[in-house]
T-cell receptor, first 114, second 111 residues
Framework: NAGVTQTPKFQVLKTGQSMTLQCAQD?????MYWYRQDPGMGLRLIYY???????DKGEVPNGYNVSRLNKREFSLRLESAAPSQTSVYFC?????????????FGPGTRLTVT | GEDVEQSLFLSVREGDSSVINCTYT??????LYWYKQEPGAGLQLLTY?????DMKQDQRLTVLLNKKDKHLSLRIADTQTGDSAIYFC???????????FGAGTILRVKS
């Protein structure tokens, strides 16, 4: 099992460009999450999908959209990138949305917006 | 609102014990977690404690919870160079979908 995989690992964008970060899990998990990690701050939740077919905003959703393509895949889209979106992005998945289920994290995508 | 605070940096000698501290504000937190992040990697769950427990031990790791003071600590016994990483404290309410993370504590182990 690969667990949670993310592509790409690194990306540099110019302000105003768009891109989609991909995430896939092979653990048959129902719930998936997107976080961003900034220096000196903990991870902050951008969007999550409690189950296939549902998505909800997290703490910092502005400037992002998500798609739960199927049970395995959850993508994060930046329509018009801004320097404030320079960050490391982590995808995670869990068996379910309830607190007893551990979240498993991918290796991250390091995004720089110039 | 919810907030989790941690000290930013801790340096210890190999073989010593490390104690990483965390405070949180949400009294409805049900589970409290410790995650480890090695350079260039994602977060890995180390251990967690349910809010009705005071202590949990797992091999070299001991978690202490003071619910009255909303204080959580992680003790690593016989710290090794491989323990050098960033350690994140996180909390989650029973019906919440999100983890609230602290900023992380950088642990540096000197040989």
């Amino acid at each position: 099992n690969a667990g949670v995989t993310q592509t790409p690992k690194f990306q540099v964008l110019k302000t105003g460009q768009s891109m989609t970060l991909q995430c896939a899990q092979d653990m048959n998990h129902n719930s998936m999450y997107w976080y961003r990690q900034d220096p000196g701050m903990g991870l902050r939740l951008i969007y999550y999908s409690a189950s296939e077919g549902t998505t909800d905003k997290g703490e910092v959703p502005n400037g992002y959209n998500v798609s739960r393509l199927n049970k395995r895949e959850f993508s994060l889209r930046l329509e018009s990138a801004a320097p404030s979106q320079t960050s490391v992005y982590f995808c995670a998945s869990s068996e379910g949305p309830r607190v007893r289920y551990e979240q498993y994290f991918g290796p991250g995508t390091r995004l720089t917006v110039t | 609102g919810e907030d989790v605070e941690q000290s930013l940096f801790l340096s210890v000698r190999e073989g010593d014990s490390s104690v990483i501290n965390c405070t949180y504000t949400d009294s409805s937190s049900t589970y409290l977690y410790w995650y480890k992040q090695e350079p260039g990697a994602g977060l890995q769950l180390l251990t967690y404690i349910f809010s009705n427990m005071d202590m949990k031990q797992d091999q070299r790791l001991t978690v202490l919870l003071n619910k009255k003071d909303k204080h959580l600590s992680l003790r690593i016994a016989d710290t090794q160079t491989g323990d050098s990483a960033i350690y994140f404290c996180a909390e989650r309410a029973e019906y919440g979908n999100k983890l609230v993370f602290g900023a992380g504590t950088i642990l540096r182990v000197k040989s």
